[in-house]
């Protein structure tokens, strides 16, 4: 059995009274994607902010329970989040990238957590904008500002931000629902290809998406996990009846 | 229903002209400065209906308002210092002449007074005279000296402010604008980064309890009376700083200064809150999941990304440390000169407006000069309120 | 993967700055505490009821300061007098009435220019243009008119804010039961941002009260022991009542605890004056949930 990268131990989390998440089991292995899928409201971003804790920035959060990221419990006491979120790469629902240039955006995240030297920079930006399929529309143009990019290019500028960290695991929040076709089509291509390296996790509305790029897909309902299995399984051969209804589109 | 469509129109007639009153006042407010100032430039600077006077052959016509005030003041003492003969300056009024003649030539009721102002002046070449108009005949020896005009540049660059000097008062306000200046940019200097950090504590760091603390806080600052921050000034920093520096007297522009940077820290908060307030919440979580930790999102995403704003802030605060005036007329001194020091007294255009306007004889040289100060005024905030339109983030 | 990297590292950078924001915002606080406890201590014993209906007496350092008292209420009404109406109109106008362009541009332009003008510079206008132009003299008259224009702004902005945040559906709901623009305003919008302009009417008193440079040449008096009987009446003001104490009274040392008293019959109403506000905000948003 492969190296379990993501985990969540009967987790429970509350926006001050509301109960968001329910007894959350989950398990992610390394070198896998695993979609989240459920109708909106039902836990998904909840859940994927509590593998890097990103809830810390909503007043009145509580959680019970344990997440795991790479076998160290997330919400422990003695965990440095900034370590924390540095191995844990984010890509959020929209583009979002700093007014800054190409270069630079893809350069934060190594300035911030101290790397100093140029080379190395140099090196972690452009191997990460190539990862990213971005290298050839941009190599020209590194220290324009990403704001001037297209919508689908400032997202996979994104993606590269979070790889020059060199994360083990990527968490993608819907990132091509603000997309067009095209766009989403090669966000897709690369999830896939970056599954040789990264551990991911993403949260689609998007059924065929969920399909196409998944290993394992997780439904959710109402803040529980109701079934967890291989995406083939889930699509084909559902074990609960929610399941079913939802991905044969008579809710959500 | 015709009246009732004539009542709705009369209503929105009435909201109409409503909405033009304040782009009125500033038009106003323009004209009655202008039409109140403006003549200064056309003045002389020497009192009316005075006039001076020297001896035919002397060969000076006209001196300047400084010149006239050196020689009065005994550090000019010899016309070849002026461009003239190398004679010895003798300055006469119409004191040395009640004291050379005796009553009988100067008449019961003054009427002799001209016949001695033409015998002495006519007998001195060295004599400059300084009289009432009345008092110097119509058929006078002499030369009367072309009085001298207040100039753009003797205003505007004149580093003496004696508005009440005789003969010629002094309109420099170079010292005026340098005090205004020091003061103001001390205070800035002093405000803007107390603030900066307020409003970062404010929006960022500071739990719900600790904002309801400090939001009340700023409101009440803001509403202190400017004369109570200059009474607070007089009685307690005043006094402070004399003991803390050894100084003669505490009104210092330091005082100034510190009073003003207080004043001016609620403008300067609320504005560059709000401009850190204005930050997507998606730039700072993109920087937080990035590793990054609170204060480098602070300093490298969110600051950046609010800086407009925060320039906004800094330059309102300039804007209400310049205008202000009762606190820094109560705590500054206002000795009129050229600021060396921050120990020192110094005055600030507003202070000059408020302290000498209600002396100033209405509609003569000293009171449009004060108007022009006005004008000076109105015109920097007008240019400060302009800039922070332009750099101000446009709102969706 | 090491656990050591998960632990905690040193964060001091973030922790010191943080230290030092938190010192530098309550020393703020500590300011504020040190100007209003010292006049509130020092001013506490000076204030006395003869002191509050009193007349000024021996050079004003015996007495009371109601004559400053009234007068600045006079002023007070009689700036709100002139400028609520003509703000709340001119709000109503901003908002409801103009579209986004160069005239609705233009007004806001000037209204902040108007906001920016320093208090002297009123003064110096009030002066040229009532006192002397209008031949209105030295009266509550000219001031009240001077100080109106001087708070108009914040009276503009208020309206138009509290005006702002009313839901657009009401206004349509109000128009596809037949009622005119007017109508609507008066019935459905008003209402429901009344509490907002209110808070911006009450801003406006606090500012009026305290504000010296605009009355200096408009109307202030330096010392008169009687009540005024008209609008053309001069009066002494509170704020101007303190300057005089403070830097030019017959004798300043004697007439400190007068002074004191003044600085906190001012503080006072500025305190009273934001209670108020933050009351009239708080019943009003109970009021609405
Ligand atoms: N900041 C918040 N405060 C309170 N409730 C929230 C907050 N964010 C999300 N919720 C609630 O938590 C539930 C789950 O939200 P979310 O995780 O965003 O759902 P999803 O991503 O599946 O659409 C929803 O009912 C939502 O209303
Ligand atoms: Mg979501």
Redesign the interface.
């Known amino acids: 059995m492969a190296d379990v990268k993501v985990e969540a131990k009967d987790f429970n989390l509350f926006y001050g009274d509301f109960q968001a998440l329910k007894h959350i089991n989950f398990k992610a292995e390394e070198h896998t994607i695993t979609a989240f899928i459920g109708p909106s409201g039902c836990g998904k971003s909840t859940l994927l902010r509590s593998f890097n804790r990103m809830n810390d920035l909503i007043d009145g959060v509580r959680t019970t329970g344990t997440t795991l990221v790479n076998g160290i419990s997330v919400y422990d006491k003695a965990v440095n989040v900034d370590e924390l979120r540095k191995q844990v790469g984010m890509v959020f629902q929209k583009p979002n990238p700093f007014p800054k240039s190409i270069f630079e955006n893809v350069a934060y995240g190594l300035r911030v957590n101290g790397v100093r030297d140029k080379h190395l920079i140099e090196e972690r930006v452009v191997t990460s904008i190539q990862q990213a399929a971005l290298w050839d529309e941009v190599k020209d143009k590194l220290k324009k500002s990403a704001n001037a990019l297209s919508g689908g290019q400032q997202q996979r500028l994104c993606i590269a931000r979070a790889l020059a960290i060199e994360p083990s695991v990527i968490l993608m929040d819907e990132p091509a629902s603000a997309l067009d076709p095209i766009s989403t089509a090669k966000i897709e291509e690369l999830i896939y290809e970056l599954k040789q390296r990264y551990t991911i996790i993403i949260v689609t509305h998007n059924m065929q998406q969920a399909a196409r790029v998944s290993d394992y897909t997780a439904f959710f309902y109402l803040g529980e996990l109701i079934e967890h299995d291989e995406t083939k399984t889930i699509f084909t051969n559902p074990k609960s009846l929610q399941t079913q209804n939802y991905i044969t589109g008579r809710f959500g | 229903m015709t009246i009732r469509k004539l009542s709705e129109k009369l209503a929105v007639g009435v909201l109409f002209s409503s909405s033009t009153v304040t782009t009125l006042a500033v038009l106003f407010i323009i004209f009655f400065l202008f039409r109140s100032g403006i003549g200064l430039f056309n003045d002389s600077s020497v009192e009316p209906h005075y006039t001076l006077v020297v001896h035919k052959n002397n060969p000076i016509d006209h001196l300047t308002s400084q010149a006239l005030m050196a020689i009065f003041d005994g550090h000019t003492t010899n016309w070849s210092e002026v461009g003239g003969k190398d004679l010895p300056i003798e300055l006469v009024t119409i004191d040395e002449i009640a004291s050379q003649y005796d009553e009988a030539a100067l008449g019961e009721s003054l009427e002799g007074v001209p016949a001695c102002v033409e015998d002495y002046m006519a007998h001195n070449e060295q004599a400059i005279g300084f009289f009432d108009a009345t008092f110097v005949p119509a058929d006078f020896s002499g030369k009367h000296l072309v009085l001298p005009k207040i100039s753009l540049a003797d205003f505007f660059l004149g580093r003496s402010w004696y508005p009440t000097a005789v003969p010629a008062a002094q309109f420099g306000v170079l010292p005026l604008v340098m005090g205004t200046l020091w003061v103001t940019f001390l205070a800035i200097l002093i405000a803007l980064p107390i603030g900066l950090i307020a409003a970062i504590y404010l929006s960022e760091i500071a739990d719900e309890r600790m904002r309801k603390v400090l939001k009340p806080v700023i409101e009440l600052l803001a509403g202190i009376p400017s004369v109570v921050y200059g009474f607070f000034g007089l009685v307690v920093l005043v006094p402070f700083i004399q003991r803390l520096f050894g100084l003669p007297v505490g009104e210092t522009a330091l005082a100034g200064s510190l009073i003003l940077a207080i004043m001016a820290l609620p403008t300067i908060i609320t504005i560059a809150e709000d401009a850190i307030r204005s930050t997507p919440v998606s730039l700072k979580e993109a920087s937080l999941a990035l590793g990054a930790t609170h204060w480098q999102s602070i300093r490298l995403v969110i600051l950046p990304y609010a800086r407009s704003g925060i320039m906004a802030a800094f330059i309102l605060g300039i804007g209400r440390a310049i205008g202000e005036t009762m606190a820094v007329l109560m705590v500054t001194g206002n000795a009129a000169v050229m600021p060396s020091t921050f120990l020192e007294p110094v005055r600030t255009i507003p202070a000059t407006i408020a302290a000498e306007l209600g002396e100033a004889p209405f509609g003569g040289t000293h009171f449009k000069a004060l108007f022009t100060l006005g004008i000076i005024l109105f015109v920097i905030t007008f240019l400060i309120n302009t800039a922070v339109e332009l750099i101000k983030p446009k709102k969706p | 993967?090491s656990?050591r990297?998960?632990?905690?590292?040193k964060?001091s950078?973030?922790w010191l700055?943080?230290s030092?924001?938190?010192l530098?915002?309550f020393s703020?606080?500590g300011?504020?505490f040190v100007?209003?406890g010292?006049?509130i201590v020092r001013g506490a014993s000076a204030i006395s009821w003869e002191f509050l209906t009193g007349m000024p007496k021996n050079g004003m350092t015996e007495g009371g300061i109601f004559p400053a008292i009234v007068g600045t209420l006079c002023l007070v009404a009689g700036s709100i007098v002139f400028a609520f109406?003509?703000?709340v109109?001119?709000g109503?106008?901003?908002n409801e009435?103009?579209k986004e362009n160069w005239f609705k541009k233009?007004?806001r332009?000037?209204?902040?220019?108007?906001a920016?003008?320093?208090?002297?510079?009123?003064?110096?206008?009030g002066?040229?243009?009532f006192v002397?132009?209008l031949d209105f003299g030295d009266s509550i008259l000219a001031g009240s008119l001077t100080l109106g224009?001087m708070v108009?702004?914040i009276i503009?902005r208020t309206t138009e804010e509290a005006l702002k945040s009313v839901d657009d559906s009401l206004r349509l709901a109000s128009y596809a039961l037949g009622a005119?623009?007017?109508q609507t305003i008066r019935k459905v919008v008003l209402p429901i941002a009344y509490p907002n302009i209110l808070t911006g009417l009450i801003?406006s008193v606090?500012r009026v009260?305290?504000?010296?440079?605009p009355i200096?040449?408009t109307v202030a008096a330096y010392f008169l022991p009687r009540l005024p009987n008209s609008i053309f009446d001069q009066v002494m003001a509170l704020?101007?009542h303190?300057?005089v104490l403070?830097?030019s009274g017959t004798n300043i040392e004697a007439s400190?605890p007068m002074?004191y008293g003044t600085?906190l019959v001012?503080?006072i109403i500025?305190?009273l004056?934001?209670l108020l506000a933050?009351a009239v905000r708080k019943y009003f948003t109970n009021k609405l949930s």
């Open positions: 993967m656990k990297n998960f632990r905690l590292s964060r950078s973030q700055a943080f030092l924001f938190r530098v915002s703020i606080v300011v504020l100007i209003l010292f006049i109406p003509i703000g109109l001119s109503i106008y901003m009435y103009l233009t007004i332009s000037m209204t902040n220019n108007l920016g003008v320093p208090s002297i510079v009123f003064g110096l206008f002066m040229a243009l002397h132009s224009l108009l702004p503009i005119t623009k007017l801003l606090s009260s305290g504000e010296t440079a200096l040449f704020p101007y303190l300057y403070t830097t400190r002074a600085a001012l503080i500025v305190l004056v934001n933050n």
